[in-house]
């Protein structure tokens, strides 16, 4: 399968402070890659979807001048978590959609911890 | 009704044993249906992948998908402590509409 790979495997932050979480897919070139966030014994939640080269689409609820999303090239997306609070911990991941099969390979996901 | 109702156990089996993990789903428009395989504090790992009905057989996994009753299975033979994790269904319209709806998951134990 498609390899997606994630930087940093884990933060901890002060609150108040920004926190860039890197997405990156090894081998196939990804146009529309996925943020999602997991709380414990919680199934993901579809934070936003990011194109490449345009602006990313929010799910509703979901603070787009909180939570940053940059997708500039075909194989990095990048989520700024801005002014982080305590209620921001979190596991975040991110995923891949490869075009041919319409299938999401996820990254090994980021836990954020703000203090 | 959620659209996509997953029991999320816990399962506890014996090593050896055959687990059915299954989905009910209430979307009919669903046509891309998966399963994803999550360890504690990782990513999901996607285990199979299945386009409308019928079984998809990989090693010592089985999918099936019986779309006239929004149904959706997957067999685990000669379970391993291994497989022990956490089991997503997730489904999508396919085509424009790849966003996907998981279930919440069951936990598996396998014990040795």
């Known amino acids: 399968g498609a390899v997606v790979s994630q930087h940093p495997s884990w933060v901890i932050c002060k609150s108040g402070t920004s926190v860039k979480i890197e997405c990156r897919s090894l081998?196939?070139?990804?146009?529309?890659m996925f943020w999602y966030r997991q709380f414990p014994k919680q199934s993901l939640m579809l934070m936003a979807t990011s194109n490449e080269g345009s602006k990313a689409t929010y799910e509703q609820g979901v603070e787009k001048d909180k939570f940053l999303i940059n997708h500039a090239s075909l194989t990095l997306s990048t989520l700024t978590v801005t002014s982080a609070h305590p209620e921001d911990s979190s596991f975040y991941i991110c995923s891949s959609l490869a075009g041919a099969t319409d299938t999401q390979y996820f990254g090994p996901g980021t836990r954020l911890t703000v203090l | 009704q959620k659209e996509v109702e997953q029991d999320p156990g816990p399962l506890s089996v014996p090593e050896g044993a055959i687990v059915s993990l299954n989905c009910t789903y209430s979307n009919s428009a669903f046509q891309y249906f998966m399963w994803y395989r999550q360890y504690s504090r990782k990513g999901p790992e996607l285990l199979m992948y299945?386009?409308?009905?019928g079984n998809k057989e990989d090693g010592r996994f089985t999918a099936q998908v019986d779309k006239s009753s929004k149904y959706i299975s997957l067999f685990i033979r000669d379970s391993q402590p291994s497989d022990s994790a956490t089991y997503l269904c997730a489904m999508s319209g396919g085509g424009s509409n790849y966003k996907l709806t998981f279930g919440k998951g069951t936990l598996l134990t396998v014990n040795p």
């Open positions: 081998d196939f070139q990804a146009t529309t």
């Open positions: 299945t386009y409308s009905s």
